[in-house]
């Protein structure tokens, strides 16, 4: 087993060919990259199953040495396209965790609206002034905190982006209230990306039956919650919705419930919702926190980025690897 009952779990959300995509800038792997990466993992790692790993937790069995899991966050359509087809051919398991609304209703989850208005425009200035003009206008009916507030805030350089990108997908996120937030993400995502929000849905989200056939076909399907909001923001009883929701979800694809899969959404979560989710079954629950993975702290595994590993099989070896 690794270290200390330690596995390496690997956190992807867009594997795409960038160049010949609609939106090149969008923040996501290059399917190349990714061919690259998964040959680097295969000489340095050995890939392992969800149910190995749970199995695992239960101490009911022990992991290789340098275990290696990946997961897929969001149910883009690429991990059917493009990820499902090598994984499978090379024998490796992936997990996937879709958000149920993405899949089932149409429409385009605000998480991925603010993605695609930040992909639509090289300078990322002219989003943040629209934004706070809108902001601005709206501020008396909705009561808003003012503008030189939330940037004192919110603009803050992260560990991926500069300090106005993680600005404007703060106060997106999560810095307005509910009412004004989903009009100004909307308003913005209309603008500047597309106005016909079922047509970029169907584009962009795996299908039901795609994931019924990755389920057949040896991959793991997990839960995101139903509407990819913030877990750790939501009352216990707003909690316990999103989970059932999400597991009738999980029920429609194939999955069964007693050894289901949490992923939370942007990383959030509390103590009443891992009360929730152990209520219903949940075998695990995997976070944002960028670590390698606890395996006795089950509702709690930690995971690196995608970024965090080599696109290339001759890269020298990674921090991460040689600490696992």
């Known amino acids: 087993m690794g270290v200390a009952g330690s596995l390496t779990i690997v956190m992807y959300h867009y594997v ?19 061919a690259g990466q998964l040959e680097y993992m295969l000489r340095h790692y050995q890939p392992v199953r969800m149910e190995d790993v749970l199995a695992a937790t239960r101490g009911e069995a022990e992991l290789p040495p340098r275990s290696i899991l990946l997961t ?35 429409k385009v989850l605000d998480v991925n ?45 992260g560990r991926y982006d500069p300090a106005e990108v993680v600005y404007l997908k703060r106060v997106l996120q999560r810095g307005l209230p509910e009412e004004a937030r989903a009009r100004v993400v909307d308003e913005l995502f209309a603008r500047f990306v597309s106005a016909d929000e079922a047509a970029f849905a ?17 991959m793991f399907i997990g839960s995101h919650s139903y509407d990819h909001v913030w877990l750790d923001s939501l009352t216990p009883v707003e909690q316990e919705d999103q989970v059932v929701r999400s597991l009738g979800f ?75």
């Open 16 to 34: 795409r060919d960038l160049a010949r995509s609609r939106y090149p800038r969008i923040k996501g792997l290059d399917a190349a990259d990714f």
């Open 72 to 106: 897929f966050d969001d149910g883009y359509a690429e991990h059917f396209d493009v990820v499902y087809p090598l994984l499978d051919r090379l024998g490796v398991q992936g997990s996937f965790f879709p958000p149920a609304s993405a899949v089932l209703d149409g």
């Open 113 to 157: 609206k603010i993605h695609f208005v930040l992909a639509s425009q090289p300078d990322v200035n002219v989003l943040v002034d629209a934004m706070e003009r809108r902001i601005a206008e709206l501020s008396a009916q909705f009561e808003l905190e003012p503008v030189p507030a939330l940037r004192e805030r919110y603009a803050k350089p």
């Open 202 to 218: 169907a584009e962009l989200y795996v299908s039901l039956e795609q994931l019924m056939c990755m389920k057949r076909h040896g």
């Open 250 to 324: 999980l029920e429609q694809v194939g999955v069964e419930r007693d050894q289901w899969v949490m992923c939370y959404p942007y990383g959030g979560y509390d103590a009443s919702l891992l009360d929730v989710i152990a209520r219903h079954g949940c075998a695990a629950g995997l976070t944002t926190a960028v670590a390698l993975a606890d395996l006795g702290r089950p509702p709690e595994l930690a995971r690196i980025d995608t970024n965090d590993l080599p696109v290339s099989v001759d890269a020298p070896t990674s921090e991460w690897t040689v600490a696992a």
